[in-house]
């Protein structure tokens, strides 16, 4: 079955950074696009960025404003998250998730178009 764990999540001061690595099992990973999301207290689930399959193309929600930047090495089965210049609107558990298709791309980053998701890692960013 799908496994999907996150870490490298961690409490920063404002303008600190931090990596997030999300480790990849059990299914074919370089096939499929992958997301990160994030959900803020009280907040919904929101697409943060995402990493198509085969081109490696990369799709940002807006709020990210070039601070973040998402990778993948299909070698190591693990999709990155650098996060940089992070604000305290940034605090949220953030997630890794698959597209429930293979060989598809990012799509929407709306959470029902992803089947599997991992149990997150918290970015706290105090001012």
């Known amino acids: 079955q799908v496994q999907l764990v996150e870490s490298g999540g961690g409490s920063v001061q404002s303008g600190g950074s931090l990596r997030l690595s999300c480790a990849a099992s059990?299914?074919?990973?370089?096939?499929?696009?992958m997301t990160w999301f994030r959900q803020g207290p009280g907040k919904e689930r929101e697409g943060v960025a995402c990493?198509?399959?085969?081109?490696?193309?990369?799709y940002y929600a807006d709020f990210v404003r070039g601070r973040f930047t998402i990778s993948r090495d299909n070698a190591k089965n693990t999709l990155y998250l650098q996060l940089n210049s992070l604000k305290v609107e940034d605090t949220a558990m953030f997630y890794c998730?698959?597209?429930?298709?293979?060989?598809?791309?990012?799509?929407?980053?709306?959470?029902?178009?992803?089947?599997?998701w991992g149990q997150g890692t918290q970015v706290t960013v105090s001012s």
């Open positions: 059990e299914f074919p990973f370089a096939r499929y696009s």
């Open positions: 990493i198509s399959w085969t081109t490696t193309s990369t």
């Open positions: 998730a698959r597209r429930t298709s293979p060989n598809t791309g990012c799509g929407s980053l709306r959470p029902r178009e992803y089947d599997s």
